[in-house]
């Protein structure tokens, strides 16, 4: 009789054991399993900009590495939100991802009739990095420095350009913050993008732009624009004599980031495949070039430490927008 219950014993706590194992089973032979098919990566600007180059950087790397082949396909328009959406509404199975940035996380107050939220309808899988605003302002302006511009526009409010990629762009927003912060009143010229916006900046028909470092730092490294600050709370190691923001407005801090996002009902086990990938893509010497050529830094972070990251910017620019009045049609 006690050999028999102890054989009922094991059998149960063997058959215990299977059960609770059985998902963690599953998920690992997902992972294993994926990706079987191509996968596709969802840009929501046009190509040749720097949202397309991430797609493309990472989704070659992601091919190398696992096997199959993921497609960068843009989707340009509304500020990133015709992407978003449509990467929302697809199946959670780690075939359809978003190439997604910070514009997604203040998009949600910008825009007032989304039919996604952001927060909700995505699992973040991983970043691949940070990148700084760089406040340029053409030569003929006589500002050399933050403060000096600060000043300038106070003497003459109204009178100073200040251009941006379109309501609601990266560009934008910095000088929203940069606004709120000085108090200083300039004329704020929205464009079509931001290569418009850096053409007419170097004609001199607009005066001052918050550019991103990949679309001005050559400019400045040739003279054409004056660099007065990058918007990082550290300097940047591609123009190291260049001043944070925060040198001259303690607390000033924006930066957009860039990863990997998946449909919400997206496999933990493909997640993980993923962050796995991209976080070791970010450890690679030939991919630490090409983010530090476009003025970025690696951000590593896994899916938990990248939902925090999107709750909390989500939250900071939703403050400025408000702040602001600013909304996107």
């Known amino acids: 009789m006690t050999n028999a219950m102890t054989l009922g014993r094991r059998n ?3 058959g215990v054991a299977a059960f609770a194992a059985a998902p963690l089973v599953g998920t690992i032979a997902r992972a294993q399993a994926y990706p079987a098919r191509p996968v596709h990566i969802i840009s929501g600007f046009p190509p040749g900009g720097v949202n397309d180059t991430y797609a493309r950087l990472i ?14 396909e843009n989707r340009a328009g509304a500020g990133g939100n015709i992407a978003a ?14 190439l997604t940035t910070s514009a997604d996380a203040w998009n949600a107050t910008l825009y007032q009739n989304l039919k996604f939220n952001y927060e909700h309808d995505f699992t973040p899988v991983a970043t691949i990095s940070r990148g700084p605003g760089l406040l340029v302002v053409h030569p003929s302006l006589p500002a050399r420095s933050v403060a000096e511009l600060i000043a300038d526009a106070k003497a003459r409010p109204g009178k100073i350009t200040v251009a941006s990629a379109g309501v609601g762009s990266a560009p934008h927003m910095y000088w929203e913050l940069f606004r709120s912060m000085s108090g200083v009143d300039m004329v704020h010229v929205p464009y079509r993008g931001g290569g418009p916006a850096v053409a007419d900046l170097l004609g001199g028909q607009v005066l001052v732009y918050f550019g991103t470092t990949a679309s001005t730092i050559e400019h400045v490294k040739a003279g054409r624009l004056r660099g007065l600050a990058v918007t990082t709370r550290t300097r940047v190691p591609a123009l190291p004599d260049i001043p944070t923001m925060a040198e001259f407005l303690p607390g000033y801090e924006a930066s957009i980031y860039v990863g990997i996002a998946a449909p919400r009902d997206t496999p933990p086990g493909v997640v993980a495949t993923l962050a796995d990938q991209i976080n070791l893509a970010t450890e690679d010497a030939g991919m630490l070039r090409r983010i530090a050529d476009l003025g970025d830094t690696p951000l590593p972070l896994s899916p938990a430490q990248f939902a925090r990251l999107v709750a909390a910017e989500s939250d900071k620019w939703a403050k400025v927008i408000r702040t602001a009045g600013v909304r996107a049609e």
């Open 85 to 98: 959406e449509a990467v929302a509404r697809a199946a959670g199975d780690g075939y359809t991802l978003l």
């Open 12 to 14: 149960l706590l063997t």
């Open 59 to 72: 989704g070659q790397w992601l091919s190398d590495h696992l096997g199959q082949q993921f497609v960068v």
